[in-house]
């Protein structure tokens, strides 16, 4: 028993870390592979100039498709390589077409979900060996198929503005995510109007998601591939929307690709917009980013932005606009609402920008992870309602390409008075706990009844212990004391979020026998 255990374990650890050849003996039953496996088709199984495989290659990915429809966490990373015999411009062509056509028969044939399904071309740019011979140049028309799954999270969200949504690779729909859900590789967010998300990768750098965007986020799984290109390691696409970084880690940076383009950014912090006319407008605040699109790469350094319309190149970068000054509200304005039933304060807000729009964030916090307003405008004012807390503000100017420059930040307070809740209580009760000791209740007891009355559905707490209340608005309580001054907190709550406190002052002093 001892020996077949052993000869099975080095049966699997052969099959999947040596290329398998493409012929009649290439394996059907891939069930002994796992997250890493590699598969590589061996020198044949395309022609020179061919994106289709040799029919003995369908086979196995036959047994690849078996393999994906048994288990769902399962998803694979398909690359397509080409000899150097044509132009750099076909030869990517062809590698991703190989790539391609592979995920179409596997989405077709067993019905994976395409979100399972990586497929790229790497043209001639990865060989396997040289290309002088027709020998060598026959191995380096290939394909590699890695698999991998969806155990080891890319990231978390963090914090969720209004309506956000999540949908995993193997899943048909969206579902409302959640805080701290964790996010794997091929996962989708989508964020609706007037709705955002934070995300902390697993190196905790942060991504925080604007309105109407949506983003798909990777992980690659080969260390040896992130060794040789630090920047591929992490990977999103963003489809549609807004993106900003927040990178702790600038030697690993980030991927982002949208459908005008693609960018490697060693940049700390960095946005990616793309607008409703296909353009995708890209900031740099530091470091520097390289921008690709129709096979031209051009290198925008801190301080610059660019943008790409939609099959075009990427236009030259140019300074990013200044930040605008800000005019209301000045810094540390307080606001308190005038009405005591009001829940929230409308507060204008006013800045000066010489740009064609504006993008405004108001924030709970100074780092701006807690954003509970974003919108994009026309014009230097805008006006909303905000309930009680401590709020930052921050102002950018987007120029006439769509290229969002630096913030002006400020801060305000608002503060909600609340309305009062009646609450009678015997013995004698007062406002403060100062105010209670000049009504002291003497007793000659170690306990003391405590009688009251609120509105009906209010929670009443004395001394943190809840009691019960009835119908009536009534509640009496019996509770023990100690020798000396007591000082007794009376708390009425109420769902609507008003609430009073009340202090009982009990001197307690023990009789002494004879």
């Known amino acids: 028993m001892f020996k077949k255990s052993i000869l099975i374990i080095a049966l699997i650890f052969v099959i999947t870390l040596v290329p398998v050849k493409a012929g009649n003996d290439l394996p059907t039953n891939l069930d002994h592979m796992t997250k890493g496996g590699k598969v590589i088709s061996s020198a044949g199984t395309y022609s020179s100039g061919g994106s289709k495989p040799s029919a003995e290659f369908?086979?196995?990915l036959s047994g690849l498709g078996d393999l994906l429809k048994k288990n769902d966490n399962l998803v694979i990373d398909i690359r397509g390589h080409s000899d150097d015999q044509g132009t750099a411009k076909i030869n990517k062509k062809i590698s991703f077409r190989r790539a391609e056509i592979i995920k179409n028969f596997l989405i077709k044939r067993f019905g994976i979900v395409e979100d399972r399904i990586i497929a790229r071309g790497y043209s001639d740019n990865m060989p396997v060996t040289n290309n002088d011979t027709a020998k060598g140049r026959m191995r380096n028309r290939r394909v590699e198929i890695v698999l991998t799954d969806n155990r080891n999270p890319v990231g978390e969200i963090t914090f969720i503005r209004n309506n956000v949504f999540t949908k995993s690779p193997e899943a048909f729909d969206f579902k409302r995510a959640e805080i701290l859900e964790s996010l794997f590789n091929l996962y989708k967010l989508n964020t609706k109007s007037r709705s955002g998300a934070n995300i902390k990768l697993s190196d905790k750098s942060k991504l925080n998601i604007g309105p109407d965007s949506l983003m798909v986020i990777y992980e690659m799984v080969e260390k040896g591939l992130t060794e040789?290109?630090?920047?591929?390691?992490?990977?999103?696409?963003?489809?549609?929307?807004?993106l900003r970084t927040k990178l702790d880690n600038l030697r690993k940076g980030l991927n982002i690709d949208t459908p005008q383009c693609s960018i490697n950014s060693r940049a700390k912090v960095m946005l990616v917009d793309i607008s409703k006319k296909k353009q995708s407008s890209i900031s740099v605040f530091d470091g520097?980013?390289?921008?690709?699109?129709?096979?031209?790469?051009?290198?925008v350094k801190a301080g610059f932005g660019t943008f790409?319309?939609?099959?075009?190149?990427?236009?030259?970068?140019?300074?990013?606009?200044?930040?605008?000054?800000?005019?209301?509200?000045?810094?540390?304005?307080?606001?308190?609402?005038?009405?005591?039933?009001?829940?929230?304060?409308?507060?204008?807000?006013?800045?000066?920008?010489?740009?064609?729009?504006?993008?405004?964030?108001?924030?709970?916090?100074?780092?701006?992870?807690?954003?509970?307003?974003?919108?994009?405008?026309?014009?230097?004012?805008?006006?909303?309602?905000?309930?009680?807390?401590?709020y930052f503000w921050r102002v950018a100017g987007i120029n006439k390409n769509g290229i969002e420059g630096f913030t002006s930040v400020s801060n305000f307070i608002v503060r909600i008075k609340k309305p009062g809740i009646p609450l009678n209580i015997s013995p004698a009760?007062?406002?403060?706990?100062?105010?209670?000791?000049?009504?002291?209740?003497?007793?000659?007891?170690?306990?003391i009844i405590i009688k009251g009355k609120?509105?009906?559905?209010?929670?009443?707490?004395?001394?943190?212990?809840?009691?019960?209340?009835?119908?009536?608005?009534?509640?009496?309580?019996?509770?023990?004391?100690?020798?000396?001054?007591?000082?007794?907190?009376v708390t009425a709550i109420h769902s609507d979020y008003r609430s009073r406190d009340q202090w009982i002052s009990v001197c307690y002093f023990r009789k002494w026998k004879n």
């Open 58 to 60: 369908y086979n196995f």
């Open 429 to 447: 009760a007062k406002d403060t706990p100062l105010d209670a000791h000049g009504s002291t209740t003497v007793v000659t007891k170690n306990s």
């Open 288 to 299: 520097d980013s390289d921008v690709n699109s129709q096979n031209k790469t051009i290198k």
């Open 454 to 489: 609120s509105i009906p559905g209010a929670n009443i707490l004395i001394s943190g212990e809840s009691v019960n209340i009835d119908q009536n608005g009534e509640f009496s309580k019996k509770i023990f004391i100690g020798p000396g001054w007591n000082i007794i907190k």
């Open 308 to 390: 790409v319309k939609e099959g075009n190149t990427p236009a030259e970068p140019e300074p990013l606009p200044e930040a605008p000054g800000l005019t209301s509200p000045l810094k540390n304005t307080k606001f308190i609402n005038k009405n005591p039933g009001d829940r929230e304060v409308s507060i204008t807000f006013k800045w000066g920008s010489g740009e064609e729009s504006d993008h405004i964030q108001i924030s709970e916090d100074e780092d701006f992870t807690k954003i509970v307003v974003d919108e994009k405008v026309s014009g230097n004012t805008i006006a909303t309602s905000l309930g009680n807390g401590n």
């Open 228 to 242: 040789v290109e630090p920047w591929k390691y992490k990977k999103v696409k963003l489809l549609t929307g807004f």
